[in-house]
């Protein structure tokens, strides 16, 4: 089957709904506080990205906390990079390279697509 120009994915994606916190601006260093937070659901997730519904744009290239929570109450706590930000009917449409950063559950996240299906 032919692949069409849009389609760029590598790799499995699961379409399954998950809820995602957003960090969309980090606190200063120094701060005891947290970001500012935003609760996002996803339009898929695949081991290294994924793509997200949200009401809000976000800078391309930039780098935010993501924790990502199943059905099953399972989170993971991950790094993102914003690739890319396409404008939608109903707010934005935003696609995050997951990255692998120390003190996140990078590999238990890239573990969880190892899995049959």
Not at 1 to 18: A, N, T
Not at 41 to 49: A, I, Y
Not at 53 to 69: N, P, V
Request: aromatic fraction near 10%.
């Amino acid at each position: 089957m032919e692949k069409s120009s849009d389609e760029r994915r590598r790799e499995y994606r699961m379409m399954q709904e998950v809820s995602i916190f957003l960090e969309t601006a980090a606190p200063t260093p120094g701060e005891d506080a947290i970001g500012q937070l935003a609760l996002c659901g996803s339009l898929d997730v695949s081991p290294t990205g994924l793509r997200m519904k949200l009401d809000q744009s976000l800078t391309q290239f930039s780098i935010l906390q993501l924790a990502i929570q199943f059905a099953d109450k399972t989170r993971f706590h991950l790094v993102g990079e914003v690739r890319w930000v396409k404008d939608c009917a109903e707010g934005y449409e935003v696609g995050f390279e997951i990255l692998e950063s120390e003190h996140t559950d990078f590999t238990a996240w890239q573990t969880l697509f190892d899995k049959p299906v």
